[in-house]
């Protein structure tokens, strides 16, 4: 657009910078709109499945498997020996109430493998929503700065802090429920009892008192 | 009869008075063209503004419509069952699966020492006891395994969703930052006035047409007093 002044006083200078000034605009926020894609494209490469594909979720995973399981096969182990050793005592270990122990012991131990395996999953599943999450907060800087190389670093750095979760250390608690094995192994937390105050009371004479022992 | 002073006068004077009417209407043309020019400026910023606009629109549509689409039911349906079956799978312990299929190994395994010296007739009876509760526990396994298939295991469907709304999410926020750009960009265009041309004044031209037409009429005037 330009038109001659004639004579006379004109804007075309002033019009000439304005169109300037849209085509500057224009430019900007192309060259806004690369750097959003460039760094969009760094985010997605560095929360990909090149870094965090289903090796790495799969690692944490049995690392919390490493972890809980021994616990469970020691338990399990000491359960074992325990309603064996019991069934031998009571005469019992080729018998149907064997069967009945085993059956017992065999299936709390698949179930409770499964908790853990099921809550081993479910913990790899938060790491992946913890790492979605970091994911987002790149973006949401990415846009503020609109600056990739800044998101760039920022998804860098959350990628390494993602890298820091840990399974949780807690301890599994007992996970066998004690199975009774014959009339003696019922009572024998009260014979016992009843003979240790037996004892006290023959040695010191007196008769059961603040001295007993209870189990 | 007319002086040759008032004849000269008039013919300045209609002649200024032409020339002046020319230089407006050029001045009204060259004001048409400048504002055809802007209208055609206008039109094409508006014009690839709208169609840059409509693009990064579609990008966005195809990004809500593609997660909208991966969340139907029949494919919710279908991914919670493949998550059921891995997660079956994941979740079942090696010794618990091959006892419960019967496998004598894992069967005997599974059996307390001294016991293998008992008689098949017992053996037989015990390790049937070993592979009903493995047989029991595959199957509370199933149960777990399904229930967690519809929330909080790792391609569950929360799990899936929340992938799926997040990816479409960003495609549709991008378009979306992008369009307001797009807008700002677009708003600096349209605040792009048409040159305005000064309108002509007369001048000089003006002047000259105006003393013509006083001398003009100043000779006229007095031929017709001295005719009288």
Known sequence: ?215 | MCDPVSIIGLGFSIGMSMYNMQQQQDMASQQNAANDQWVAYQRRQSQEYLKRDEQLRLNAEAARSGSLEELDAKKQTAAQEDEATRLTKALTPEDIANQAEGDPNALASAMFSGQEHGSDEMKTAIQGHIQQAAIEARKRIAALANVQSYGGSQYGLTNRANSIFNTAGQDIRLAGNERAGQLSAYNVAKAVEPIKISQYSGGAAGGLAQAGAQIAGTGLGNALATSV
């Open chain 1, 1 to 215: 657009m330009g038109g001659k002044g004639g004579s006379g006083p004109s804007n075309n200078q002033m019009v000439q910078l304005e169109m300037q000034r849209a085509q500057e605009a224009r430019d900007k926020e192309n060259e806004r709109q690369a750097r959003l894609n460039q760094g969009k494209t760094a985010i997605d490469s560095i929360f990909g499945n090149d870094n965090f594909g289903d090796a790495f979720y799969e690692k944490y995973r049995k690392a919390g498997l490493d972890y809980t399981l021994p616990q469970l096969q020691s338990q399990y182990k000491d359960a074992s020996r325990t309603a064996e050793s019991d069934l031998a005592r009571a005469g019992l270990l080729r018998s149907g109430a064997a069967g009945f122990v085993q059956n017992k012991l065999t299936e709390q131990q698949g179930v409770n493998e499964a908790a853990l395996r099921a809550k081993a999953d479910t913990d790899t599943a938060e790491l992946r929503k913890s790492i979605a999450a970091q994911q987002q907060q790149a973006y949401n800087q990415l846009y503020a700065t609109e600056d990739p190389t800044v998101a760039a670093n920022t998804a860098a750095t959350s990628a390494g802090n993602a890298q820091l979760q840990q399974p949780n250390p807690g301890a599994l608690g007992d996970m066998f429920k004690p199975i009774a094995i014959g009339l003696g192994s019922a009572v024998a937390p009260a014979i016992g009892e009843y003979q240790a105050n037996k004892a006290l009371t023959a040695r010191t004479g007196r008769e059961s008192g603040s001295g007993n022992v209870t189990a």
